[in-house]
């Protein structure tokens, strides 16, 4: 199985400040990676596929890049409503598996 | 609008069993691949099972594998997961997911999810 690290688990940033999360899979995935906004009480919501790909109705400040093992996913300017944990996950094959998520307050 | 309802959750003795079912509209159902993931109380996100458009591949995560069953009627927009056998650790609640693309199982659009709790 594809085992996911992401970091860092927690994270605390002031609104406007630009905020990173990383992840890292054990093994080669391509592009084959999403990032999933999940705020508290409600279901993910699909933000970015393919390690890049920006989702319709998606605003511009989120962004995420990266292949291989390596992949990042960036807030450039942090806004009040992007309180919430945040989440990788890889496609490459089953079993799908997430990162342990990153959970992100504001400061 | 894509939604999808699940409905069935509860709470389930340990060994119990229970039926979850996902009443898809506002897409032609029988064009997606779905899928299944849960989430236990204060935990992450968990992959459980995925089903192709007209039920020919089926995937589940070695922890479900043989105690629960992915299904789907297209003729009723309909996906169900029965859940048999269960123990504590399938407390969760279990979100039913649609696939992004034709033919994908990125999980693209989720329901509200439904709580399952296993307990005594």
């Known amino acids: 199985d594809v085992r996911m690290t992401q970091s860092p688990s927690s994270l605390s940033a002031s609104v406007g400040d630009r905020v990173t999360i990383t992840c890292q899979a054990s093994?080669?995935?391509?592009?084959?990676l999403n990032w999933y906004q999940q705020k508290p009480g409600k279901a993910p919501k699909l933000l970015i596929s393919?390690?890049?790909n920006l989702e319709t109705g998606v605003p511009s400040r989120f962004s995420g890049s990266g292949s291989g093992t390596d992949f990042t996913f960036t807030i450039s300017s942090l806004q009040p409503e992007d309180i919430a944990t945040y989440y990788c996950?890889?496609?490459?094959?089953?079993?799908?598996?997430f990162g342990q998520g990153t959970k992100l307050d504001i400061k | 609008e894509v939604q999808l309802v699940e409905s069935g959750g509860g709470l389930v003795k340990p060994g119990g069993s229970l039926r979850l079912s996902c009443a898809a509209s506002?897409?032609?159902?029988?064009?997606?691949?779905m899928s299944w993931v849960r989430q236990a109380p204060g935990k992450g996100l968990e992959w459980v099972a995925s089903?192709?458009?007209?039920?020919?591949?089926?995937y589940y995560a070695d922890s479900v594998k043989g105690r629960l069953t992915i299904s789907r009627d297209n003729a009723k927009n309909s996906l169900s997961l029965q859940m048999s056998s269960l123990r504590a650790e399938d407390t969760a609640v279990y979100y039913c997911?649609?696939?992004?693309?034709?033919?994908?199982?990125?999980?693209?659009?989720w329901g509200q999810g439904t709580l399952v709790t296993v307990s005594s």
């Open positions: 393919d390690a890049s």
């Open positions: 506002g897409f032609t159902f029988s064009s997606y691949c």
């Open positions: 997911t649609r696939g992004l693309g034709y033919g994908d199982y990125v999980f693209g659009h």
């Open positions: 093994q080669d995935i391509s592009n084959y």
């Open positions: 996950q890889q496609y490459d094959n089953f079993p799908y598996t």
């Open positions: 089903i192709s458009t007209v039920s020919t591949y089926i």
